[in-house]
């Protein structure tokens, strides 16, 4: 079986500085949607689901190249579409909304299912293998508002994760949403599409 780390480790190996960074970035963009929506309430109105998740990603991509440019531990990828973080070798981030039982949605490119599989003989101790981390906002559907910043475990499935806990400001409390299991639940994957990946945007993000 398996064993995967728990929020605290997660969260303690990524260090202070990052996790603060990442909940910042991520409020700060919850700051941005209140600001354009008090500016700009039709332009908001008028987005698509999927067109305001972009903007929001948007948002939050832009301010976390800003707090952790120049960190040593730190490097982007930014290629059309595909944005991720990485903190060493050790931990591989991609920014998404979360529901409140921390399911994502993707399309099932051969990336996003790579990105959401762990690698296979995964982790007696942190820093052996990239790990791959979700980090973003639970959202609510119908408000169309963000919530507390979350970061989230998974292993083979959109809809179910193995766990999901607030990402804090530096030196606050983590909070468990959803604990570690045993093991994962076996992929939930949406309807195929013919688009390639590099055709989708950043795809509810």
């Given at each position: 079986?398996?064993r ?9 190996a ?7 960074a ?8 919850k700051?941005d949607l209140a600001?354009?929506?008090?500016g700009m309430p ?8 999927r ?9 939050i991509w ?7 440019d ?16 990485y ?18 949605r ?6 996003a ?12 101790l942190i ?5 791959n981390l979700t980090?973003?906002y639970?959202w609510?559907d ?23 806990s607030?990402?804090?400001a530096?030196?606050g409390t ?21 688009d ?6 950043t795809?509810?993000?």
């Amino acid at each position: 079986m398996k064993r995967y780390p728990e929020p605290d480790e997660v969260i303690e190996a990524l260090g202070d500085k990052v996790v603060a960074a990442l909940s910042a970035a991520i409020l700060g963009a919850k700051d941005d949607l209140a600001e354009y929506r008090q500016g700009m309430p039709h332009f908001v109105a008028d987005h698509s689901p999927r067109g305001l998740a972009n903007w929001i990603h948007d948002r939050i991509w832009a301010r976390i190249v800003a707090e952790l440019d120049g960190v040593e531990s730190v490097s982007f990828v930014d290629s059309g579409p595909l944005r991720e973080l990485y903190v060493n070798a050790d931990f591989r981030l991609r920014f998404k909304r979360h529901s409140p039982t921390g399911a994502i949605r993707s399309y099932p490119t051969v990336g996003a299912l790579d990105f959401i599989t762990q690698e296979p003989d995964l982790l007696s101790l942190i820093g052996i293998r990239t790990l791959n981390l979700t980090a973003g906002y639970e959202w609510d559907d119908l408000a169309r508002t963000m919530g507390e910043p979350v970061l989230s475990l998974r292993d083979g499935s959109f809809e179910d994760v193995l766990w999901m806990s607030t990402l804090p400001a530096a030196g606050g409390t983590i909070t468990p949403i959803k604990p570690v299991t045993d093991g994962p639940t076996p992929p939930v994957i949406e309807a195929p599409r013919h688009d390639s990946e590099e055709n989708q945007g950043t795809d509810d993000a």
